[in-house]
């Protein structure tokens, strides 16, 4: 309902009350066996009287009584004024001093036109958007979520000699994560070894990168404290 039709719609409305009470039909016993039954709807309602439907006449006339279609809600909130058009697929939000915006919900998508306040050219853009663009995928639905990375996991003795080695495929942000946390414990260890930095440096990098190898099932969690790590300058 745009001002106009609420503007029309609240003058003949005052225009038919005032004609209600020039007829008298604020008396029930006055007024025809339609009219009553339509004030009172029906029987349910206890009809107005000539005071009752004067004050309703004054509260239309100052605005304390506002005509609101059913399908249409209005809302303001600073410079906006958003509004639910009579389609319920559609909302229109005003900007005070630009112009508007205004949302179409359609059946393949939603649709946006932005409008400034040129009539001759109201809309400056659009977007028009599809379901699709509206999918939020799960970790494992990630486009990097198909990509596997082979790993091979070497076992040393206490002198350094490779007695053992296994191989499996990690998928790619796993891979990721741990290539994040291994770079920053190099980074830190070659600071420690230069004097920059401290064990307390150490032990947080390192419990992130343990924690990303335990998650990615690498290693079984374990509770056995770290040794102390000494390094030679």
Do not use: W
């Amino acid at each position: 309902m745009t001002p106009a039709d609420k503007d029309q719609a609240l003058h003949t409305i005052l225009a038919a009350l005032r004609t209600y009470q020039e007829l008298g039909y604020g008396d029930p016993d006055i007024r025809p066996n339609d009219i009553h039954d339509i004030a009172t709807n029906g029987g349910d309602q206890i009809s107005m009287d000539n005071a009752g439907i004067e004050e309703l006449c004054q509260m239309l006339n100052f605005g304390d009584l506002e005509l609101t279609h059913k399908d249409e809600r209005t809302t303001s909130q600073g410079p906006f004024t958003v509004t639910q058009g009579d389609d319920s697929t559609r909302l229109d939000i005003g900007i005070t001093g630009l112009g508007g915006v205004q949302l179409n919900r359609t059946g393949e998508g939603l649709v946006i036109d932005v409008t400034g306040q040129d009539e001759e050219n109201p809309v400056i853009g659009s977007l028009a958007l599809l379901e699709s663009d509206f999918t939020t995928l799960s970790d494992e639905q990630q486009p990097n979520s198909g990509l596997l990375v082979p790993v091979t996991l070497n076992t040393f003795d206490v002198e350094g000699n490779q007695v053992d080695t296994q191989s499996m495929d990690l998928p790619g942000h796993q891979v990721s994560d741990i290539i994040d946390h291994a770079s920053q414990l190099v980074v830190v260890m070659r600071d420690m070894g230069a004097g920059n930095s401290g064990i307390e440096a150490f032990d947080q990098v390192y419990s992130q990168l343990e924690e990303a190898i335990t998650t990615a099932k690498i290693v079984d969690p374990c509770d056995r404290p770290l040794p102390t790590l000494h390094l030679m300058p």
